[in-house]
């Protein structure tokens, strides 16, 4: 909430359980972080895309696809060589729980998988 401030009725609309929505509302006011100061030097673009990425609300949050489509990666964009995969990519350790996970684990695992698609590809 230091960054972005605080949430708005339609903020915390996502949020199913009454006492957090309480809790939130009682919240110390705060207004938004100028993103601005804090980073000198980033474009008002970078700014836009960062702001959206940070929205409280994740229903309100751009999707992956979205964001690589922000006017941001304009100069960088090669229409070309942007692929959509038509199949569902689904990792094996999707289904193992957060808790049960070190980081190093989920690295490993990742990597793998970039392995196995990139060897796919070729």
Same mark, same amino acid.
Request: glycine share 2%.
């Given at each position: 909430?230091?960054?972005?401030?605080?949430?708005? +009725?339609? *903020?915390? &609309?996502?949020?199913?359980? +009454?006492?957090?929505?309480?809790?939130?509302?009682?919240?110390? $006011?705060?207004?938004?972080? *100028?993103? $601005?100061? &804090?980073?000198?030097?980033?474009? @008002? =673009?970078?700014? !836009?895309?960062?702001? $959206?990425? #940070?929205?409280?609300?994740?229903? #309100?949050?751009?999707?992956? @696809?979205?964001?690589?489509?922000?006017?941001?990666? %304009?100069?960088?964009? %090669?229409? =070309?060589?942007? #692929?959509?995969?038509?199949?569902?990519?689904?990792? %094996?350790?999707?289904?193992?729980? *957060?808790?049960?996970?070190?980081?190093? =684990?989920? /690295? /490993? #695992?990742?990597? +793998?998988?970039? !392995?196995?698609?990139?060897?796919?590809? =070729?």
């Amino acid at each position: 909430m230091d960054v972005l401030g605080s949430p708005s +009725e339609e *903020d915390i &609309s996502f949020v199913t359980d +009454e006492k957090a929505r309480e809790y939130l509302r009682l919240y110390p $006011k705060r207004e938004k972080m *100028d993103l $601005k100061t &804090s980073l000198p030097g980033s474009s @008002d =673009q970078a700014l !836009d895309l960062l702001y $959206k990425m #940070l929205a409280f609300n994740p229903f #309100l949050r751009p999707t992956a @696809d979205e964001c690589l489509r922000h006017p941001f990666f %304009d100069s960088v964009r %090669d229409a =070309q060589a942007d #692929l959509v995969s038509e199949e569902e990519i689904c990792f %094996d350790f999707d289904a193992v729980a *957060d808790d049960d996970i070190l980081p190093s =684990q989920l /690295r /490993r #695992l990742f990597l +793998e998988e970039v !392995d196995y698609y990139k060897t796919k590809k =070729q």
